[in-house]
């Protein structure tokens, strides 16, 4: 099993550009999750899905989208990429809820 | 502002050397989970405490949930460089589903 993915590892863009970050676990598990880590600031929940067909809105979801495709995938879409999204992005999944949380190994996003 | 605050925020330590790093909320902690983080990697779950008063040791770390259910810490033991990297608590503070997470304390352990 490879646990959680994600793509690309690593993405450097030009301001207003857009982009999608791939995610997929295969852990067969219910929730996902998507988290942006910042220096000094921890992680924060820009949005999750707690089941497949739902997504809701978490800390900062400002500038972002979300498509949970199916039961397997959560993609994260940055429509006009700023220089404050800059960041490095994991993705999570549980099996429902406040289970256990599993990571990606994230994507470190740089927009100039 | 930050619901979960940890302590300290960085921390260097001689090699076999005790530790504590300690999450403190405002409010009660429903869950309280906390994760390692290696520099450039994604987090490794570590431990979960639910009950007040609950603690759980897996090898030479043990994590404490106090009875009030407001703050945990998370104590090593005889630190080795393989401790090194950032810890990260993660709480629920109500019947959410989501987590919110402390900022990190980062752990450097010298040989």
């Known amino acids: 099993n490879a646990g959680v993915t994600q793509t690309p590892k690593f993405q450097v863009l030009k301001t207003g550009q857009s982009m999608t970050l791939q995610c997929a676990q295969d852990?067969?598990?219910?929730?996902m999750y998507w988290y942006r880590q910042d220096p000094g600031m921890g992680l924060r929940l820009i949005y999750y899905?707690?089941?497949?067909?739902?997504?809701d809105k978490g800390e900062v979801p400002n500038g972002y989208n979300v498509s949970r495709l199916n039961k397997r995938e959560f993609s994260l879409r940055l429509e006009s990429a700023a220089p404050s999204q800059t960041s490095v992005y994991f993705c999570?999944?549980?099996?429902?809820?406040?289970?256990?949380?599993?990571f990606g190994p994230g994507t470190r996003l740089t927009v100039t | 502002s930050q619901e979960l605050e940890q302590s300290p925020q960085s921390l260097i330590v001689q090699e076999g050397k005790n530790l504590t790093i300690n999450c403190t909320s405002s409010k009660t902690l429903y869950g309280l989970y906390w994760y390692k983080q290696k520099y450039g990697e994604g987090l490794i779950f570590l431990m979960m405490l639910q009950k007040g008063g609950e603690e759980k040791s897996h090898e030479k770390i043990t994590a404490k949930l106090d009875e009030k259910k407001q703050q945990s810490s998370l104590h090593i033991t005889a630190s080795q460089p393989s401790h090194a990297g950032i810890y990260l608590c993660g709480a629920e503070t109500g019947n959410t589903g989501k987590l919110i997470f402390g900022q990190g304390t980062t752990l450097q352990v010298k040989p």
């Open positions: 899905s707690a089941s497949e067909g739902t997504t």
């Open positions: 999570a999944s549980s099996e429902q809820g406040l289970n256990e949380q599993y």
């Open positions: 852990m067969n598990h219910n929730s």
